[in-house]
């Protein structure tokens, strides 16, 4: 059998080549993304509480210009907490990192706590040559700020307020503060900031006149390549207020009327728009919610370096839909500086509507953007009751399949039909995960009423999945429907995540945007669902391989599905997923050997352990020589490694691991799945048959099977953060599919003349 053992080192190789092989090679190291190759100015308008769809030329004409004449998208400003705050999504852009402001334990919700003010200590602001202006800029401190640094060190992301400022300085770079969030975004790591102006307008009744006079001559500066302005920030009072947020002095946007507010940012905006340089790009963003509820805020960047059309970054991947992270590399690759590599994200780089790849009318794009809010809003509050309705579904079907397998319960004919019934149940079950993911093939949340429309279209696929399940050729062998399933859930979602993860994104199992955790590739959930559904397919293709007499080749067939799931799930083209081979490889290995013979010692384990990680530093290697804006997951934590930082990680995995283990519905799935396993499959007497006993006799690689995909969902539970969710969610496809092999092989007793209840 050592010609198996070569094999399978052979093909953990071909593996790591093969993922090699599939990371995205750079034309050139140095090559700057199209977003760094301008010369003129650079003015960053920051804004908060502001969507696309508040825009509108009668109420809004300076952000409706922007609609029309610069390439715009949506940003996800997901800090620290469920909604952010102003001056958390001013420290983020800071840091480059998530950062947020302290937590207020006397607040009703600590855990998202009111707004608190912020602002800026001017002690001189009269310097030589600007005592005229009146938009004087001299040396400011921000108010509280050791509490930002303390904060960012408490939450583990690893943010260092003033990153950004401490770059722009080391370089010798001049960069001016208007307004005190502008201030935030370039205190240096003790606080301060170097050229401080506190508004951009004179008053409540302005003259425009003259305050478009007076940002000319600001921006004007020849000295100072970058210029941040913090226009004002929105509180929406029809939703529970955030609290107070405390804006300049003279801010008209203490008035509670939304429309006035959008009115004032409108003019700040405006006035930056009309006196910008001719060679100058701005970029204005919305770096913070309105209220307690998270939405997808409003980004557009005009000028030379941003014709019409699209914005994307490398961080996500999406046309139209970037990260508040992203800013940060932006600002920098603008004025020619190489990003720390302390980042997350990625360079905005604009895609022209003279390209093809953005439609060529303003509205087209416009409504795109507005498209990806309003799903994301719309499935952003299903989310929650749907988990809670699939786990307790879940339990039901458990339910009704211990009631049948009660050996009184019926007999004869009447009891294959119930189990026939019972098996088909189950596929349906098991059909369900999948098909939340092929109903966004459907725009269903621009219907009138979403929640009846995602459930139609859900129960569409659902049904055909089954049929095609239950009608194939394969209906004819005891694992076929159950590979069925198995292998399109995994073949939608490799297709998937090979096509731009669309489908998972805003989907009610998939990505969720707001939340901002990721944008492509495989999350946890998407993982548990891929990997189960490649292993039951490698089990049940390899049972038919098997029972014909081919055990070599059924090896063969485990390692050719593993090797390709593998690929697919930790390639950074595609899956970028870290923590996933660390159960496939393992558990993909253990299956191989076993289906071929071979008998395991501890030698061969250990083998297979140190060529799992060997794989994985290979990989992560690879990724991690990419220029640092291409890098993905694996790369970035081969830095975090490198600059001491892996406890931090591992410690946020654990955390947030105990915090799902007892705060998630999903949780009950674990130890509900693995009771229904222990006391009513696998025997008791009371309960009658020892239905997957029956199922092992019959398909002579489930139980092996079974075992390595626990193998693979339990380590899947140490290593990843969130963790808890990929047994959760893998026993949702997995003990469906088992209790139809179960039923089935009860079946096959009846059919052969032997009584299912016995023992």
Request: proline share 7%; glycine share 10%.
């Amino acid at each position: 059998m050592r010609l198996v053992g070569r094999t399978l080192l052979a093909v953990v190789l071909l593996g790591s080549l093969a993922t090699a092989w599939a990371v995205p090679a750079s034309a050139s190291a140095g090559a700057p993304p199209r977003a760094t190759v301008a010369t003129g100015p650079l003015v960053v308008v920051g804004i908060g509480g502001v969507r696309w769809s508040d825009v509108d030329p009668g109420r809004t004409p300076a952000l409706a210009s922007l609609a029309r004449r610069a390439a715009i998208a949506d940003v996800a400003v997901r800090s620290v907490r469920t909604a952010t705050c102003p001056v958390d999504g001013w420290l983020t852009v800071s840091a480059g990192r998530r950062a947020a402001d302290v937590r207020d334990g006397q607040a009703p919700n600590p855990g998202n706590p009111p707004c608190r003010g912020f602002g800026m200590d001017q002690p001189s602001l009269a310097v030589p040559g600007a005592e005229g202006s009146p938009l004087p800029r001299g040396g400011a401190r921000v108010h509280g700020w050791q509490q930002y640094v303390d904060a960012a060190r408490a939450e583990s992301f690893g943010a260092q307020p003033g990153l950004l400022a401490e770059t722009l300085a080391g370089k010798g770079v001049c960069a001016t503060a208007v307004g005190p969030g502008a201030g935030v975004m370039l205190a240096r790591s003790d606080g301060s900031v170097a050229r401080y102006a506190p508004s951009l307008s004179r008053g409540v009744d302005p003259d425009r006149a003259a305050d478009t006079a007076d940002v000319r001559a600001l921006l004007a500066d020849p000295t100072c390549p970058l210029t941040v302005v913090d226009a004002g920030a929105l509180a929406d009072p029809t939703d529970p207020p955030l609290g107070t947020v405390r804006l300049a002095p003279t801010s008209p946007l203490a008035l509670p009327d939304r429309a006035v507010q959008l009115h004032w940012i409108d003019y700040r905006v405006g006035l930056v728009l009309e006196a910008v340089p001719a060679d100058a790009d701005v970029i204005v963003v919305s770096l913070a919610d309105d209220g307690r509820t998270p939405h997808l805020q409003l980004l557009a960047a005009a000028g030379p370096s941003y014709p019409a059309g699209y914005l994307r970054t490398d961080s996500t991947r999406q046309t139209a839909l970037v990260q508040l992270t992203d800013l940060t590399p932006t600002v920098l690759g603008h004025l020619g500086l190489a990003a720390p590599t302390s980042l997350v994200g990625s360079p905005l780089t604009a895609l022209p509507a003279s390209t093809g790849k953005a439609p060529q009318q303003a509205s087209e794009r416009l409504e795109h953007v507005l498209d990806l809010d309003h799903a994301a809003q719309a499935v952003h509050p299903l989310t929650p009751p749907f988990f809670t309705g699939l786990v307790l579904a879940q339990i039901v079907l458990y339910g009704i399949a211990a009631l049948v397998l009660r050996r009184r319960w019926t007999t004869g004919g009447r009891r294959s039909r119930v189990l026939a019934g019972v098996r088909r149940l189950a596929l349906v079950f098991a059909a369900v995960p999948v098909s939340t993911y092929l109903a966004n093939t459907v725009p269903w949340w621009r219907a009138r009423h979403d929640l009846l429309t995602i459930v139609l279209v859900v129960a569409t696929y659902v049904a055909a999945i089954s049929l095609v399940a239950q009608l194939g050729p394969w209906r004819r062998r005891p694992l076929g429907p159950f590979g069925a399933v198995a292998g399109l859930t995994a073949l939608i979602l490799a297709a998937d995540i090979m096509t731009g993860s669309r489908l998972q994104t805003s989907s009610l199992m998939g990505l969720q945007p707001v939340v901002a955790g990721r944008f492509y590739g495989f999350s946890n959930v998407a993982f548990a669902l891929f990997a189960t559904g490649a292993m039951l397919l490698a089990i049940a293709v390899a049972d038919h391989v098997v029972r014909a007499g081919r055990r070599r080749a059924g090896a063969a067939v485990v390692a050719g599905i593993g090797v390709v799931a593998v690929v697919l799930d930790v390639s950074p083209l595609w899956g970028s997923d870290f923590g996933g081979p660390i159960g496939m490889v393992p558990a993909f290995a253990v299956l191989t050997l076993l289906v071929a013979g071979v008998r395991l010692s501890w030698r061969r384990l250990l083998a297979i352990a140190v060529g799992t990680v060997v794989f994985l530093t290979l990989v992560s290697v690879a990724d991690w020589l990419r220029p640092p804006a291409k890098q993905t997951h694996l790369g970035r934590f081969v830095q975090t490694v490198i600059d001491g930082g892996a406890w931090d990680v591992i410690s946020r995995k654990a955390g947030q691991n105990l915090s799902i283990l007892f705060g998630s519905e999903l949780s009950l799935m674990v130890p509900f799945g693995a009771l229904f396993i222990a006391l009513v499959l696998m025997r008791p007497s009371s309960w009658g048959a020892k239905a997957l006993a029956r199922a092992y006799d019959r398909s002579p690689t489930l139980r092996h099977g079974l075992i390595c995909l626990l193998l693979m969902l339990g380590i899947g539970f140490a290593v990843n953060d969130s963790g808890t969710v990929i047994p959760a969610i893998g026993a949702m496809l997995a003990i469906p599919l088992v209790i139809a092999a179960s039923m089935r092989a009860l079946q096959d007793d009846l059919a052969e003349g032997r009584p299912a209840g016995v023992q």
